[in-house]
């Protein structure tokens, strides 16, 4: 009986040409096509803990391995704080109160993989803003140094504003505080628009969003924000406009504006499935807009 192997050489060295008459056995190709069994290295995974899971990123550091081992971070930065918070929102909650679940080090650590991923491509950054869940998301806020993320891009896109786009609007007030002033006003898009405006772009834009801008501006500041090219609006205008529209219109109904707006960007999920919600009244901001009428 001829071998496995003998099967696969005639293919591959005869692929093309019309002389090839061999054939194949139906055994051996149910074994090619059958469904691939589960990884093994992925349920190791999930059965290892925090120290372990740690040091798998602290190896990869040091040695700057991108085998196989450097597929699962992905999946092991997930699987981390997984097991260490209950929710995203615990996450950012704890560690904006300078609570720490583990040490300076370890943080310290994960911060540098992730400045040398976003070095050598981002690709790391990219598939865990991309597929990974909203405690990875919410992480990857509180723990990168989020400058390091305008230097990577993901089909011509920053991975700052995918991660702007993508991230939960439960913790969106923590990524705004966080990225700041320069951040927010002195990075542009492919199009030369500030990255405030694709925050005002957002279709579940929330009174927490205007909130956490206005305790990062003043209204002075948000007049001097506008496209590189200095045309259209300032970010001040904006912000009142959004504000207006906020209080005159449920969620749903403001989308079918928002999406008229030059800056609108679509949510990385269907709202839709959280059904409808009331108008919300703005309170903390209030004093951007007396600053307005004086």
Request: aromatic content about 8%; overall charge positive.
């Amino acid at each position: 009986m001829e071998s496995e192997n003998r099967f696969f050489v005639p293919l591959k060295s005869c692929r093309g040409s019309s002389r090839y008459t061999g054939k194949i056995n139906l055994s051996i190709l149910m074994v090619v096509l059958r469904t691939p069994l589960p990884n093994a290295q992925l349920s190791r995974l999930e059965r290892c803990g925090s120290q372990e899971l740690l040091a798998l990123f602290g190896t990869c550091l040091k040695t700057g391995s991108k085998k196989s081992a450097y597929d699962l971070l992905p999946d092991a930065w997930g699987r981390l704080f997984s097991e260490i918070f209950l929710s995203a929102e615990e996450l950012v909650d704890e560690m904006q109160q300078g609570k720490r679940r583990f040490s300076d080090d370890d943080e310290r650590m994960l911060r540098e993989f992730i400045k040398a991923d976003c070095m050598s491509g981002g690709s790391f950054v990219v598939d865990v803003i991309k597929n990974g869940g909203k405690i990875d998301r919410a992480a990857m806020i509180m723990i990168a140094d989020l400058d390091d993320l305008t230097g990577i891009k993901y089909n011509g896109i920053m991975a700052i504003q995918l991660l702007i786009e993508a991230c939960d609007k439960r913790v969106r007030p923590a990524l705004i505080k966080k990225a700041g002033k320069q951040l927010l006003s002195q990075v542009y898009d492919q199009r030369g628009i500030p990255l405030i405006f694709i925050i005002f772009g957002l279709c579940d834009l929330c009174e927490e969003d205007l909130d956490a801008l206005a305790s990062v501006f003043s209204k002075d500041e948000l007049k001097n924000i506008m496209s590189r090219s200095r045309t259209g609006k300032n970010a001040f205008e904006v912000f009142m406009e959004v504000s207006a529209l906020m209080k005159r219109y449920p969620q749903m109904n403001r989308n079918a504006s928002l999406v008229r707006n030059a800056f609108y960007v679509p949510a990385a999920k269907d709202i839709r499935k959280e059904g409808s919600e009331k108008p919300v009244k703005i309170e903390k901001i209030s004093s951007l807009q007396k600053d307005k009428k004086q």
